[in-house]
């Protein structure tokens, strides 16, 4: 079981950036693939962004693309999320998952995720 701890969260203004970071232990998450969802109050889960092992990322929410970025160091088994251009509507809690790499098929099946963080809260103002 890897453990995941997700950090960089914060509040901002409308237009501004953040960088989520996922630190994983417990497991190398070289073979892994990494999504980030995000929960919002009083909606569901929403899978924003995926990468599998070999660094190929998805993204799975379209209000997100050209936006945000997913990436990934193995080295130092960290995942990110670079958040630019930041709306009102991304405030949300946002959470960091992990599966093996087989078991996952891309943005279609979050419930491949089988280990989480904790989440981190982001609050865009406007």
């Known amino acids: 079981q890897v453990q995941l701890v997700e950090s960089g969260g914060g509040l901002v203004q409308a237009g501004g950036s953040l960088r989520l970071s996922c630190a994983a232990s417990g497991r190398t998450l070289s073979s892994y693939a990494m999504g980030w969802f995000r929960q919002a109050p009083g909606k569901e889960r929403e899978f924003v962004a995926s990468?599998?092992?070999?660094?190929?990322?998805?993204y799975c929410v379209d209000s997100v693309k050209g936006r945000f970025t997913i990436s990934r160091d193995n080295a130092k088994n960290t995942v990110y999320l670079q958040m630019n251009s930041l709306l009102p509507e991304d405030t949300a809690v946002y959470l960091c998952?992990?599966?093996?790499?087989?078991?996952?098929?891309?943005?279609?099946?979050?419930?491949?995720?089988?280990?989480w963080g904790q989440g981190t809260q982001v609050t865009v103002s406007s």
């Open positions: 990468i599998n092992w070999r660094g190929v990322n998805n």
């Open positions: 998952a992990a599966t093996p790499a087989s078991y996952y098929r891309g943005c279609g099946y979050p419930e491949d995720f089988r280990s």
